[in-house]
């Protein structure tokens, strides 16, 4: 029987650890810059926008922020972004914005984009996009958009629309919910009372 069991426990050792090897690994997912708009190079006025065309691949939904950096330090000061951003499981294209405002130049020679699942903090695959911008205080004349940022921007304008829609609609269901509680309640102290006041002294 001992013979038996040195052989067998090499060969379980070594179908284990095939079949690890051949399992499938977990797919990572990958971030990509599809255009961005003004170019890498521009010098913009304050709340001027950098627009950021992206795509995310994934199995999983993932939040997307956008940090801009200036030698290896992340910029906060005045900072105005639309990130972050959240694509569902399957990945997708999205336009994030980011721009500075106030009354001294800012500048950024660095754009990170990070993904991480949504209300986790762990990054799942980063990004870095090397610029060249400049914010200034003094005014800049206006540019046109590209169109993808002309489509984003009136998607993001109907999209409000929807969840202000939405909210009241979770509002007004939950009005009739506390409506009728309320009445419920209502009725029965009518009615102890109403009993109270039959019940002889």
């Not at 990170?112 to 400049?134: C, D, F, G, H, I």
């Not at 003094?138 to 940022?149: H, I, K």
């Not at 309320?182 to 009615?191: E, K, M, P």
Request: with cysteine; charged share 20%.
């Amino acid at each position: 029987m001992k013979p038996l069991r040195r052989l067998l426990c090499p060969l379980l050792a070594a179908a284990l650890f095939a079949l690890a090897a051949c399992a499938p690994v977990a797919e990572e997912p990958v971030l990509r810059v599809i255009a961005t708009d003004p170019g890498s190079d521009a010098v913009l006025g304050a709340q001027q926008r950098f627009h950021i065309q992206f795509a995310v691949t994934g199995k999983m939904p993932l939040t997307v922020t956008v940090d801009p950096y200036f030698q290896h330090e992340a910029l906060s000061a005045n900072l105005g972004t639309s990130a972050p951003i959240t694509l569902p499981a399957g990945g997708g294209t999205a336009v994030a914005h980011v721009f500075f405002w106030g009354d001294y130049a800012t500048r950024v020679d660095e754009i990170r984009l990070v993904a991480r699942v949504p209300k986790q903090n762990e990054v799942r695959t980063e990004l870095s996009l090397p610029v060249k911008l400049s914010w200034v205080a003094r005014d800049v004349a206006p540019r046109e958009a590209a169109a993808w940022v002309a489509n984003a921007q009136k998607n993001a304008a109907v999209q409000p629309l929807d969840a202000i829609d939405e909210r009241s609609r979770w509002l007004a269901f939950g009005a009739v919910i506390v409506a009728i509680t309320v009445a419920g309640f209502g009725s029965r102290w009518l009615r102890k009372r109403w009993r109270a006041r039959k019940q002889p002294d």
